[in-house]
């Protein structure tokens, strides 16, 4: 029987997992190795990550994101402190409070700037609004690469953030949950965008490039990584047969894998915001750069769309639909999606009754 394709865009994390990633968890899968990331396959993967990054770091591997963000910014900041984040960061939108709650109380403080992107006048103006004990003192600043909105900060935006936020004596702490989709949008080496920009400590996510689980949190201040590895134990990330976490990454990362897939989810997006841009009464919200397109439709086509079987998010960020491609979506997906998308406009098809659309 013919298996018909997903139609499924609405996130990353709803793709299986990519061949390089099952093929290493085979290979570690064939004998026994010691438990809570003694073994030779975690060892490798901590290797490959200092050799892309090309620098010592410090490596841990979490379950999730949540757990990656909140423990690392836990790790930056006293109860006490304060986190400077965009108003649409996955910190403050999409972890329950936990960097609040795993940092004891540390309080997260919003600012804005254009295209999902923390400005570095906010910054400034965050940090000298109040200096008096009674305000919980700034002491990092988190941004998200590639953002929430699908934008990618530059090599010299980034810094340039580095260096206001050193100034002014903060963490520069990075959510990279699609780190490898920003890095094949710019095509530059990895340090270019981490430590060389001034990123302290960057959680790279495995999981929307195509891995079951797993994220890894890489402190390339080394000084912040003291004692990481009880804060992981205590909150339950420490995974015993951590060779079944670690395994993965040395998939992804021998032979550029992780770059490929990232480069293809990419070139989805690409050709989706292509199609999508020309149809009257679409209007795409946010430059795309990386495998996210963000458009603004009807409530007759969004229904319509779901009609057919798609799945998307409609309300998530500042609004438009969120289209995200992942390693496994093909141009064949995206030229479906256009299609629908364009008949649907100039039909008058109605399923908004049976497909009620987010307000947005
Ligand atoms: C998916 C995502 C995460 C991680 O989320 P988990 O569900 O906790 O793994 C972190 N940051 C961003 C920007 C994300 O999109």
Known sequence: MKQTRPRNLASDNNAPICPEAWEAMEEANRDHASAYGTDEWTKGACEAVRRIFETDCEVFFTFNGTAANSLALASLCRSYHSVICHSLAHVETDECGAPEFYSGGSKILLVE???GKVSPDSV???????TDLHFPKPKVVSITQSTEVGTVYTPAELRQLGAITHGLGL????????????????NCPPKDITWRAGVDVLCLGGTKNGLAIGEAVVFFNKDLAKEFEYRCKQAGQLCSKMRYLSAPWLGMLRDGAWL???????????????GLKDIPGV??????????????????????????????????????????????????????????????????????????????
């Open 113 to 115: 700037g254009k295209d």
């Open 124 to 130: 400034e103006e965050v940090v000298h609004r109040r």
């Open 171 to 186: 963490y520069l702490h990075m959510d990279g949950a699609r780190f490898a989709n920003s890095l094949a949008f710019l």
């Open 260 to 274: 490929r897939r990232a480069g293809h989810a990419n070139d989805c997006a690409a050709r989706l915001e292509d």
């Open 283 to 360: 209007k795409v919200l946010y430059p795309r750069q990386a495998n996210a397109v963000f458009a603004k439709m009807k409530p007759r086509v969004i229904a319509g769309l779901y009609a057919r079987g798609w799945s998307f998010y409609d309300f998530i960020a500042a609004g438009g639909c969120r289209l995200m491609c992942s390693w496994d979506t093909t141009f064949e997906d995206v030229d479906q999606f256009i299609n629908d998308t364009t008949e649907l406009t100039s039909s008058k098809e109605d399923h908004t009754k049976d497909h009620p659309v987010q307000k947005h």
